[in-house]
């Protein structure tokens, strides 16, 4: 009994830490936005803070995972990361509308770094904190910070501004991050072995290093085509957000009202997962990985109708395809990783997500300038590429 609310107590604990950690992440970004719009008036230079925040984050995601496994405590090293984020972030801020963007555009890039930490890096540690049955339960119930995250941090970010002024989204957003330290450093050490692992890793070069965490990726059939496919279809919802705008503009009469079809998506997510948690045996993960993608893809279809009542039932299945998918992966990487490449696993399958989201993002905008239409099939087709990558025969 003792042993079982110790367990309840520390994945309390976690959770606490990385809904924290994960909202300031999420409203980051918008914050970001808002406050290099007031400071400067330029759409430019704003778009560029959180361009540099988003892009690091894909490059430092591998070198945070390699930094994670060699560490005896990878709590502390969290913590450190987290504490780099928010003082980054405070830095751009005092930096807006004073200095140059060549000297403020560093700092979020070095924010940006940090991202990893609060997203792969924190759930590869979830194994420590809770194992055996209950990991896919804790799983379900750690995907749905994400959700929460994606719901709360933006709207966090446009309230905030709006009754205390754009540059306090950004203090807020800092915070929320700082207030996850304490639930970082409460997070269980590597152990012996991986303490021994980490020692000869610590002895090769960082390129070997980084080499064995995509090595890991690639080796394992079933790791590969999880990751393939959340991969390819991360750059579909990448396509389908930047067609949100344009969305809202056409069927519900102005394009801020598409976050409010993000606001929908994340919380039909959060709602699935909840189901998945308390459910866990429902869920096959290396089948909801794929078959998630194939609803994504009728979901994109149905929004390209572009009628206000297809279009809300559209993005309600596109987050119940995205949250089940999020813990389906966690749950394969949980199940596939090497426990000494675990965090590596975790933080480059978060890189190369990123990358793909944004990639998504960048080549939608111009198609959907030309037609709507046109993105949303295109983003419905990389939806079924993703499905296909996760149906490939085993060989």
């Known amino acids: 009994m003792g042993h079982h609310g110790t367990r309840r107590r520390g994945i309390r604990r976690y959770l606490r830490g990385a809904a924290a950690a994960r909202t300031g992440d999420e409203m980051s970004g918008p914050a970001l936005l808002l406050a290099g719009l007031a400071a400067t008036g330029s759409a430019t230079t ?9 892009v690091s984050a894909a490059v430092g995601g591998p070198v945070f995972g390699v930094l994670l496994d060699r ?16 003082l980054a972030l405070l830095v751009v801020l005092g930096c807006l509308g004073r200095v140059p963007l060549a000297v403020t555009l560093p700092a979020a890039v070095c924010a940006g770094l940090a991202g990893p930490a609060l997203s792969g890096g924190w759930t590869s540690q979830l194994p420590r904190v809770v194992t055996g049955e209950a990991l896919p339960w804790a799983t379900a119930l750690d995907a749905m910070t994400y959700d929460l995250a994606s719901l709360a941090g933006p709207a966090l970010a446009g309230v905030t501004a709006g009754l205390a002024g754009a540059p306090a989204g950004v203090l807020v957003a800092a915070a929320l991050i700082c207030l996850a330290v304490p639930s970082a450093l409460a997070l269980p050490g590597a152990g012996e072995a991986a303490r021994g692992s980490g020692a000869k890793s610590l002895a090769s070069g960082l390129t070997a290093d980084l080499a064995a965490g995509f090595r890991a990726v690639a080796r394992s059939r079933t790791l590969a085509r999880a990751t393939a496919t959340s991969v390819i279809s991360c750059t579909g919802q ?15 009469g102005g394009a801020g009202h598409g976050a409010l079809l993000l606001s929908g998506t994340a919380a039909s997510g959060l709602a699935a997962n909840a189901v998945l948690a308390r459910r866990p045996r429902l869920m096959r993960p290396d089948s909801v990985v794929r078959h ?9 279809l149905l929004a390209a109708a572009q009628r206000p009542a297809p279009l809300v039932v559209a993005m309600l299945m596109a987050g119940a395809a995205e949250g089940p998918q999020l813990t389906a992966l966690f749950a394969v990487r949980h199940r596939e990783a090497p426990a000494h490449l675990r965090a590596r696993v975790f933080t480059t399958g978060a890189s190369l997500k990123i990358t793909g989201f944004g990639l998504g993002a960048g080549v939608a905008g111009p198609i959907a300038a030309w037609s709507l239409t046109g993105a949303l099939l295109t983003a419905a087709g990389v939806q079924l590429l993703a499905a296909a990558a996760g149906f490939a025969p085993r060989k």
């Not at 990448?238 to 519900?252: D, F, H, K, N, S």
């Not at 998630?292 to 994109?300: D, Y």
């Open 238 to 252: 990448g396509m389908l957000l930047a067609c949100v705008p344009l969305l809202g503009e056409r069927c519900l």
């Open 46 to 54: 704003a778009s560029s803070l959180l361009a540099g925040l988003t």
């Open 71 to 86: 560490s005896a405590r990878p709590g502390r090293l969290l913590a450190r990361a987290l504490g780099g984020y928010a």
């Open 292 to 300: 998630s993608a194939l609803v994504l893809a009728a979901a994109l």
